[in-house]
């Protein structure tokens, strides 16, 4: 129980003790990409994690204000991690004035976390097209139904736009690409691959990528 009746978790005591195997700088991979490669798989498939691909994607805009929104990752490789969205969404103004963003995967389950650091470029239009027409047809559809991130006066707004699409675009009908949709690819600058450990003494192994685009590796205290 707490002592205050009005908080029914006494959040001050909840803590988990994280594993002892560790991370070393002798097992990291070349490229910090990799290294990502390497987790992720782990991620996906003993990580007991239900989405292991959703990301907290931070922005901020030209005074420096931030904002974060969970996104999935859809495709990664040495370019960077590719994520798709809406052009006239917050986070796609805040990135058109100012392109530094950070991703972060909250792998718990694992006692996890990586942080990417890096600028963001918008994805080629075959490349937004190829990946919109891999959606499944009422996706397709929602992308055309929401201005993401404007203020609506009612749900009915949205549900009425949808049914219109629907009967414009009937299943099996392909659907064209919204001009104001596509992806993000986010050019990683640094890579935070951080193991939680016993007694808050866990390992952070960052990546930091060098003027002649080769990375090191630091160790940073816990
Ligand atoms: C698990 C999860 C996955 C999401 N994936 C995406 C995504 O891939 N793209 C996207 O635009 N929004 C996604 N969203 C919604 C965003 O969190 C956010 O509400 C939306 O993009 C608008 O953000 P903004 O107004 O800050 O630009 C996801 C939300 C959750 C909880």
Redesign the pocket.
Known sequence: MTDRDDVPFDLASMRKQYRAEGLSETELAATPVEQFARWFQQAATDGGLF?PN?MIVS?ADAEGRP??????L?HFDEQGFV????YD??????LAENPYVSLLFPWHPMARQVIVTGVARRTGRDETAAYFRTRPHGSQLGAWASA??SVISTRADIDGAYAELAARYPEGEQVPVPPNWGGFRVAPQSVEFWQGRENRLHDRLRYVEQADGSWRVERLSP
């Open positions: 989405e959703a922005t904002s974060a929104r969970t996104v999935l859809k994520f798709y969205t809406n969404s917050r986070k796609a103004r805040d993401q991130s």
